[in-house]
């Protein structure tokens, strides 16, 4: 098992910046493909990012490409999330999560183990 634990979250500004990490304990970092997801306020948790397990291949929502990117320290055994030019609508509840698999899954049900969240919230 991996535990996850965010950290990072907090009340930014339209179009500044935010860097949100997930530390995890337990097995083996580096045997995880590790995911971002999203729930906003009355809304479903939804795909943000996902990286693979030597950070070398990423995916990412179209609504957050080129404004988000995603990265790893396996060293560090932390997930980090930048996010660049937030908008209102980018504010939600993040949350990392760990699978092993061969490929980066974009399904919430895909996913074993899960953090529990960081708060982000984005001001006009």
């Known amino acids: 098992q991996v535990q996850l634990v965010e950290s990072g979250g907090g009340l930014v500004q339209a179009g500044g910046s935010l860097r949100l990490s997930c530390a995890a304990s337990?097995?083996?970092?580096?045997?995880?493909?590790m995911g971002w997801f999203r729930q906003a306020p009355g809304k479903e948790r939804e795909f943000v990012s996902a990286?693979?397990?030597?950070?070398?291949?990423?995916n990412y929502a179209d609504s957050v490409k080129g404004r988000f990117t995603t990265s790893r320290d396996n060293a560090r055994k932390t997930l980090y999330l930048q996010l660049n030019s937030l908008k209102t609508e980018d504010t939600a509840v993040y949350y990392c999560?760990?699978?092993?698999?061969?490929?980066?899954?974009?399904?919430?049900?895909?996913?074993?183990?899960w953090g529990q969240g960081t708060q982000v919230t984005v001001s006009a």
């Open positions: 999560a760990a699978v092993i698999r061969p490929y980066l899954p974009k399904a919430q049900s895909d996913y074993d183990y």
């Open positions: 990286i693979n397990q030597n950070g070398g291949i990423t």
């Open positions: 337990g097995r083996t970092f580096s045997y995880y493909t």
